[in-house]
């Protein structure tokens, strides 16, 4: 039987269920005689019918100074606009520091002057080093391009024709060279190039046996021990039951 079926002929728990908020306000208009209206529905802001309170600002600060020129009139030259540093155009008071007293100031590096010069060590030591005789130092002179026998190089370099290059083989008996050969072509390469068809194994590519089948072909000689046992006769029979041994050594009496 169907499950609903059997719920429905027993008793049950009642269910409640919490219903929807109605659109119907009181004081307002009735929803359905509104959706029933025919006409556009318009949307309004509050602000293009009700009063709204003013709202105030703070202005930004002006750009005029007193005692310096009038931003109106400076933005209507048509010059070129040009900033100065102040350093430029006035002297600079010397700058002076001094290292704290405690010890945390003391760790802090000291502030320098933009326009005092450093001085590394390296450039200490090269301008001490300038003052103080030193050791002649000397070094080994480059190899001479000039090679006894052969062209002077300046005079070479100043000829104003082409600079040509010879290849010493062309112009000197070489040495022969012999290089290792590769390996020849066997039956299944050529068989890659003058067949189409695919390329078999066994019988046929090898010669010898090609020979077995075919009458045509000349039999390979080969050697082999035949069918059969190697040895035989009485000696062999009584080599392999031990009895040569007995029959040929000395009589036990």
């Keep these: 039987m ?7 002929t027993r008793p049950s728990q009642p269910r409640w269920t919490i219903g929807t908020k109605p659109e119907m306000i009181i004081g307002g208009t009735v929803p359905s005689w509104t959706k029933s209206i025919p006409g556009p529905k318009y949307s309004y802001d509050v602000n293009t019918f009700k009063e709204r309170q003013p709202v105030y600002t703070i202005g930004k600060k ?8 009038v931003p109106s009139w400076t933005k209507t030259i048509p010059g070129p606009k040009y900033s ?5 155009i006035k002297p600079r008071q010397p700058v002076f ?4 007293s405690s010890k945390h ?6 502030k320098r002057s933009a326009s005092e010069p450093t001085y590394s060590p390296e450039s200490i030591e090269k301008g001490y080093a300038a003052t103080t005789p030193a050791i002649p130092k000397y070094s080994v002179y480059p190899r001479r391009e000039i090679v006894i026998g052969g062209v002077i190089p300046s005079w070479v370099n100043s000829i104003p024709a082409p600079k040509y290059s010879y290849d010493t083989d062309k112009f000197k008996k070489r040495p022969p060279s012999w290089t290792l ?4 072509p066997d039956e299944s390469d050529l068989m890659k190039v003058r067949s189409p068809g695919p390329i078999y194994g066994g019988t046929a590519i090898d010669s010898k ?13 080969s050697t082999t021990f035949g069918i059969g046992p190697r040895w035989e006769g009485q000696a062999y029979q009584m080599v392999r039951s031990g009895a040569w041994a007995r029959y040929n050594g ?3 009496r």
């Design 2 to 8: 169907d499950d609903a079926a059997v719920k429905a």
């Design 62 to 69: 002006q750009e005029m100074v007193i005692g310096g020129g």
């Design 84 to 88: 100065y540093s102040t350093d430029v």
């Design 97 to 100: 520091s001094m290292a704290g």
């Design 105 to 110: 100031e003391s760790k802090r590096p000291l």
């Design 181 to 184: 050969g590769t390996k020849l």
């Design 209 to 221: 046996k090609q020979a077995e089948v075919d009458s045509t072909r000349r039999r390979v000689f």
């Design 250 to 252: 000395p009589a036990m």
